[in-house]
């Protein structure tokens, strides 16, 4: 095969007239050749940290959207499904995804529960890290958000951290906020990376200290244009990933919607294109090409070096998408899961209280960290129930494990007005996680995902809308565009409903990660992750 067009050669800072020879999969030459092309071919872009299972979708049906946008490759921590399936729920993420030409590089999740305030479906020990750790399928340690099992020198996360020292793959961080002593501390470690930056002076502290810095732009948690301004002196040193992308997301765009809008900013074109599409390949040994000749051939057609607009996208030297259209072929795959909860009575939701001051989660856009603020519950006949007026709204997380009553708290800026709002997506031990109006609509909604074993759903009185995710109880069994459709129309219910959040799905998700501070809901109670402890309802 051979293909024509302007050649980007990112590591020589050079575009040329050429053409390129592809022989079982490989590039055997690319020569300067005089054409009239005016398409440019470039290596592909690569989500240098994505969640797969964010997306809803399993790996197959990911790659049938991504490809569409010119990702060849994803840097894939599996430790959603690893929280409720274990290892089992790994090698079910790494063998789906062998079935598509799409290059997913795995890790071995680090923190599998992500901290035992929470209850998981599933434990991964340091034992079962190294057993990860010496497959050849299994490329770094996926992010170690136990940063204070780091800091106090917990012996179990330093023995997983040096396993992936033993077999020489690299570290993934998580370490939000974290600055001075304790981040030097936790780069020692051996930890490479972190995609938890939000603001540009611990990004460019983190940097300095010599660890990579992702720009993350998720469908939640968005942090571009607090970290872009880094780029022109540490583009060597920097990726972009997702982290966690919902299936309406990833229809429209992927890594090719922020290299463009890094250029329309005015960066240096070779420096953006190096930070998409190379760092990832050489931080974590992947087995992508870079566009020179003997690698495999994995590149992209795109129409401009402006907006990015993918043509064609080849792996492996085969054509998995041309103009719109994806030529990944849809492979049959097994639905694993972990539901044993049975469905809930309206009383159990119930708070008794005389409390003339709470303590309320503030939600923020476009962050996973949240605020600890206080309020004046609303008290109607010695129950506190949701403040529609102030925007105090009450949330709880229900064990899907085994039945165990609910856990219940209050939340601030998901603005419904009526209805409730539901989700087993909900990071990292994915539990149902509901917000709602009454405790008759959050009952509903809790049980509807009761009843399908998993999904999102939106409640108002008799209107209900649902997406079953029977997969783990965090992904679809139907392919990424329905998939897409239904969460749109489920989204579009709940702002319908009053929320004003631009993903009120997926900020719904995190408010149950304990890692990101501060004040979380896990199905055992509120958390504090300044003090990284439980605390109470009431504010004494």
Known sequence: MQIQGQIVDIQNRNIYSGEITVENGKITSITPKEHMIKNYILPGFVDSHIHIESSMLVPSEFAKLAVLHGTVGTISDPHEIA????????????????????????????????????????????????????????????????????????????????????????????????????????????????????????????????????????????NFEALIDLLPDNFENMMFCSDDKHPDDLIVGHINLLCARAVAKGFDLFKILQMACINPVKHYSMNIGLLQKNDVADFIVVEDLTNFKVLQTYIDGELVAENGKSFVKHVEFDKP????????????????????????????????????????????????????????????????????????????????????????????????????????????????????QGGVCAVNGNETKSLALPVAGIMSDKDGWETGKLYQEIDAMSKQLGSKLKAPFMTLSFMALLVIPDLKLSDKGLFSGNSFSFVDLEVN
Not at 94 to 116: D, M, Q, R
Not at 368 to 383: A, R
Request: glycine fraction near 8%; include cysteine; hydrophobic fraction near 40%.
């Open 83 to 222: 929280n409720v399936l274990g290892k089992d729920g790994v090698h079910y993420m790494i063998e789906n995804g062998k079935k598509v030409p799409l290059k997913f590089h795995f890790g071995a999740p680090s923190c599998v529960p992500a901290t035992f305030f929470e209850t998981a479906g599933a434990v991964i020990d340091s034992e079962q890290i190294k057993e990860l750790m010496a497959s050849p399928d299994i490329y770094y340690l996926s992010e170690m958000m136990n940063y204070p099992g780091v800091l106090f020198d917990d012996e179990e996360v330093l023995k997983k951290i040096a396993w992936a020292k033993h077999f020489n793959k690299p570290v993934d961080g998580h370490a939000p906020g974290l600055r001075g002593a304790p981040i030097e501390k936790y780069i020692a470690a051996g930890i490479s990376t972190d995609h938890e930056c939000f603001t540009f002076d611990e990004g460019a502290e983190k940097l300095s200290l010599g660890m990579k810095v992702l720009i993350r732009e998720g469908s939640a948690a968005k």
């Open 337 to 452: 899961n972990n539901f044993n909860t049975s469905k809930k009575e309206i009383v159990e939701f119930e708070i008794g209280s005389s409390a003339s001051k709470i303590r309320v989660i503030e939600a923020l856009e476009g962050q996973l960290i949240t605020n600890e603020i206080h309020h004046k519950p609303k008290i109607v006949n010695g129950k506190i129930v949701s403040d529609v007026e102030n925007d105090i709204l009450k949330m709880a997380v229900v064990n899907r494990y085994e039945n165990a009553p609910p856990a219940i708290a209050f939340i601030k800026n998901f603005g419904l007005k009526k209805g409730a709002i539901a989700s087993s997506v909900a990071h990292d031990c994915h539990n149902i996680v509901v917000v709602g109006t009454s405790d008759e609509e959050i009952c509903k909604a809790v049980n509807i995902l009761i009843e399908n």
